[in-house]
């Protein structure tokens, strides 16, 4: 089963409007660090926001929110005001606090492109 | 420095060819990991380093040998590769905590030819 998964391969948000990204989870661990990159067509992975799991409240970075609901295994990326420079790929991830080897990689979800329309 | 400088960005080699991808971080930070990433894919984690061990290795073929020479140091050393290895690889680096976010380099575009 995946352990993240995005349904949205891509969206189109009109400049300076909210755009919501969707992103589920699958983990048995109680510690578990949830992660959202942005990835340019440049190539490089840009560290976005990060919600811990026993966070209570929202994550908030800038214009950049993570919707949480730890119920349903959610944890949507919000951006408010989208830019142009906001066009990008948008990669959901976790760290499970019990991943072996002590290593603790990311697994990844298959990303959605954001397309910002002027 | 927030920083994971990889070299060099892009690379053409041959089927024949030895090459070597570079990866450096100087944040302090005790994994290291490769990742190969194919055209409108997600990364898909190839090696993980902790405490310059190699921990995980994702069943990759031995024409990729990771090395990890020092604390701040990452290789990735290619020899042989069929035209399918070409990809972005993708060094990053990170606490080892899970709590903790992975900081990515820019990429090595690869093509083998």
């Known amino acids: 089963a995946q352990k993240i998964t995005q349904t949205q391969p891509g969206m189109f948000v009109q400049e300076k409007e909210a755009v919501t990204l969707d992103c589920t989870y699958d983990t048995s661990d109680q510690s578990y660090g949830l992660f959202w990159y942005k990835q340019p067509s440049s190539g490089e992975m840009i560290f976005l926001i990060y919600?811990?799991?026993?966070?209570?409240q929202n994550a908030t970075e800038g214009r950049y929110s993570l919707n949480f609901q730890k119920a349903r295994k959610s944890a949507n990326l919000v951006i408010s005001a989208s830019q142009l420079g906001d066009s990008a790929m948008y990669f959901c991830?976790?760290?499970?606090?019990?991943?072996?080897?002590?290593?603790?990689?990311?697994?990844f979800g298959k990303g959605t492109k954001l397309s910002v329309i002027p | 420095d927030t920083e994971v400088t990889q070299t060099p960005k892009h690379l053409v080699m041959g089927m024949t060819n030895k090459k070597s991808l570079k990866c450096e971080q100087h944040m302090g930070h005790r994994a290291m990991y490769w990742y190969k990433q194919k055209a409108k894919k997600p990364p898909e984690l190839m090696f993980v380093?902790?405490?310059?061990?190699?921990?995980i290795n994702e069943s990759v073929p031995s024409r990729f040998s990771p090395e990890c020479p020092n604390s701040s140091l990452l290789n990735l050393h290619l020899h042989a590769l069929q035209p399918e290895d070409s990809a972005l690889y993708l060094c990053?680096?990170?606490?080892?905590?899970?709590?903790?976010?992975?900081?990515f380099g820019q990429g090595t575009r690869l093509t083998v030819v």
């Open positions: 990053a680096s990170s606490h080892l905590d899970w709590n903790t976010e992975a900081f």
């Open positions: 919600q811990g799991s026993y966070d209570e």
């Open positions: 380093y902790s405490y310059e061990k190699l921990s």
């Open positions: 991830a976790m760290r499970e606090g019990r991943s072996g080897a002590g290593s603790y990689q990311l697994t």
